[in-house]
């Protein structure tokens, strides 16, 4: 068998040790992974970093691609993946989108809407292959972006620890690799990856953020965008450090709502945001948390 390039090695080997940090069993031997893949360098490298894990592991891999129709070209990006999915006798399906899907989410905004309806695509067609997990290609500089943006908002400290590996069945192996090296990953293995023209532009805040703000961080601070995303590892490690302090003040305070008030206000606010995930409400932002600490004690 040949023997694999060492930038899809290198790819392949962080994404490893990524998903080995979150435990035994994640995926667990002869699971079932659905691949994310849009066609670009970033997700493309996922792809193939994780068949050159699964064979060992016995893991099952499907691709799904999701057709947006937002932009012309995009119906060719997506026969591209299944062509190339199937040319490594994996199976794929795509997913078509229409108009109704990304309207269900408008009041998510142009991208908010869009990242829903992919995913309230993506979920069934996994499930409907078998697949307990998802995996997606958010990098290292996908990462440090989201910092930036939840900065820019006013996030507080959970909001700066960015994305996770794993957030229940959605895994995120390369969160610890370059996008430079996604691409140098593409280039070895032979790949003529899709470029999404929308993230060209400067409309989206993030394409600002990825086009002129990091680069000017990164001019200004060498190394600016790898000490963006160890800011969310350590704001993460606090977390869930701090997760069964909230759950026991959540549990004292349940049916004694005053008593939110004798906690010092960073647990106060953490309570409140728990108790709203617990009844499956939206989060509240930082001034509705407020206000809800505010409001009288009847």
């Known amino acids: 068998m040949t023997r694999a390039p060492a930038e899809l090695r290198r790819v392949a ?94 009041a998510a905004g142009p991208e908010g809407a869009a990242r829903a309806a992919r995913y309230a695509a993506l979920w069934p067609a996994a499930d409907d292959l078998g697949c307990r997990w998802l995996a997606t290609g958010h990098t290292l500089d996908d990462q440090a972006e989201t910092v930036l943006l939840q900065l820019l908002r006013g996030a507080g400290p959970d909001g700066l620890a960015g994305m996770a590996v794993r957030s229940g069945r959605l895994l995120r192996p390369l969160l610890t690799v370059r996008r ?33 703000l990091l680069p000017l961080l990164e001019e200004l601070r060498p190394g600016a965008t790898r000490a963006l995303a160890r800011t969310a590892a350590l704001a993460a490690d606090e977390r869930d450090w701090l997760d069964p302090l909230v759950a026991e003040a959540l549990a004292a305070t349940a049916g004694a709502p005053e008593a939110l008030a004798g906690l010092p206000v960073a647990l106060a606010r953490r309570v409140v945001r728990e108790a709203a995930r617990r009844a499956g409400e939206p989060v509240p932002d930082a001034a509705t948390t407020d206000r809800i600490l505010a409001l009288p004690a009847d």
């Open 180 to 212: 430079a090296e996604t691409r140098a990953c593409c280039a070895a293995v032979g790949l003529t990856w899709r470029e999404d023209p929308t993230n060209a532009g400067d409309g989206p805040l993030r394409n600002r953020v990825r086009h002129r």
């Open 13 to 106: 080997d962080l994404a490893a040790k990524a998903l080995a940090g979150e435990g035994a069993g994640v995926p667990e031997d002869g699971d079932g992974a659905a691949v994310a893949v849009s066609g670009g360098a970033d997700s493309l490298a996922l792809l193939h970093a994780l068949r050159v894990l699964a064979g060992p592991r016995r893991w099952r891999l499907a691709v799904l691609t999701v057709d947006h129709g937002l932009r012309p070209g995009s119906t060719a990006d997506a026969a591209f993946v299944a062509d190339h999915a199937k040319s490594l006798g994996l199976p794929a399906r795509v997913l078509t989108l229409d108009p109704a899907d990304l309207e269900a989410h408008r």
